[in-house]
């Protein structure tokens, strides 16, 4: 009875690109026509060139999100499992293995760094964002449960974890159509791809040895994103194009000293990503929806069953530019995901120094935070 694989597309960051500032992290993610120029690679690189205030540069240093659903307490069972092998307490050990057979791990850490110069003749925005897609799941023995021997622990546990690291420059334009004035921007980054799968005995797992280089591939290849937005007043409409060029990355194959798992690989996929946003942007308030428009998955494997596809709401008050309170909710229109809440807090003293704080939650063990530092000039 070994855990089927299907279960790892049912994480809460399942195919879901999560907001890499804190702002918008606190907007539920919703960016695509109400990012600032400062984050608007991260959403749509059209907003580069939209400048609410007299700021001729902006730094972000940086922000930071962190993401982690653990409501099956995996790790918990990992450790109860140890602890009754080491105790030689067969029963207890059979038992927690029936327990987390089936159960999941799952991490997304998001870091974003940022300088822009929103009033150069083109606007343009250098951008670092590195994310990381960490995935635990135990690969349970029949051979363990039919008749336990601890001196031969067939059972083990999987990380797969996948790193992406996007180096690039975000551009925007005015550009006349049918007498209306639309923003184009585009962002070539160059893209370096990392995967880990490492695999351990159930008993003796350490999720930390999952970076070893022999359980690691990687690979470095150019990508770029494309964005449209349409402001009229306080009114704000905007269609991104998130890694234009599709590629797969194959992980490195599975410990050959588990035979049960015959080497097993997996294929990471970077597909485009089409959202579409609305917004209104006021002095004292901003609303903003974000809708993606195509189903996505992370993996090529027909074992990752679940497809996401993700609707979001956020709104943010600001008080005369000195702070903001946001909030927002998320929800997968593939009914695979959890809803998830969010909220924040942003201190913006003379308009100058942004310091903001976020929170996400998705239910039982499933929660969020975010935190950054910006400087506008």
Known sequence: MKTQLMVLGCGLFAASAAATDSRTFGMAEAGVATADYLSAPFYNPAL????????????????????V??????????DDFSDAVDAADNTAAVAVLREVDGKTLNAKVNIGVAVAMPKTIIPTNFFIHNYTDVIGIPNV?????????????????TILAVNVMDVGMAMAKPVSIGGRSYLVGFAPKFQRVTTYNFTDSLDDFDPQDFDDPQYETEETTFNVDFGVAYVEGPYR??????????????TAATNPAFTELNGRKFTYKIEPRLTTGFGFVSKFYTLGVDVDLMKSKRFASDLFEAETQFASVGMEFDAFRQAQVRAGVKHDLQGNIDTVFTAGLGLSPFGIVNFDLGASYGGKGKYGGSMQLALMF
Do not use: W
């Open 69 to 78: 659903s653990d409501s099956d307490q995996f790790l918990d069972d990992v």
């Open 237 to 250: 409409m905007g269609f991104a194009i998130k890694n234009l060029i599709p590629n797969d990355y194959e």
């Open 141 to 157: 023995s029949s051979a363990d449960l039919a008749g336990f021997d601890p001196t031969n622990v067939r059972s083990s546990a």
């Open 48 to 67: 580069v060139s939209v400048v609410s205030r007299r700021d001729d540069v902006g730094i972000l240093v940086p922000a930071i999100t962190l993401q």
